[in-house]
Nanobody
Framework: QVQLVESGGGLVQAGGSLRLSCAAS???????MNWYRQAPGKQRELVASIGNGANTNYADSVKGRFTISRDNGKNTVYLEMNSLKPEDTAVYYC?????????WGQGTQVTVSS
């Protein structure tokens, strides 16, 4: 079993920044990691991914504003979010996709006011 604990969410004004953290209970050194988000009434969507080689991918809606990174020594993945918009409001979830079916954190709420 793996526990993932997200932190760093909160209320921020449009244009502001937040940094989310996801701490894993065991090493994630060779594991890809994902950040998802789910807004009210919408499906959960993939926001950013980072591979074991630190290669990254982003949803078009966040490219240029969000940055995913990892600190393998701390078993932690980060999501730096800049130039936040009201449409970024959602619960953000950390995901370890392997081994299947994968693991999820409890989520952290991000609310962006206009």
């Amino acid at each position: 079993q793996v526990q993932l604990v997200e932190s760093g969410g909160g209320l921020v004004q449009a244009g502001g920044s937040l940094r989310l953290s996801c701490a894993a209970s065991r090493t994630i050194f060779i594991s890809p990691m994902n950040w998802y988000r789910q807004a009210p009434g919408k499906q959960r969507e993939l926001v950013a991914s980072i591979g074991n080689g630190a290669n990254t991918n982003y949803a078009d809606s966040v490219k240029g504003r969000f940055t995913i990174s990892r600190d393998n020594g701390k078993n932690t993945v980060y999501l730096e979010m800049n130039s936040l918009k009201p449409e970024d409001t959602a619960v953000y979830y950390c995901n370890l996709p392997y081994p299947r079916p994968g693991y999820w954190g409890q989520g952290t709420q991000v609310t962006v006011s206009s």
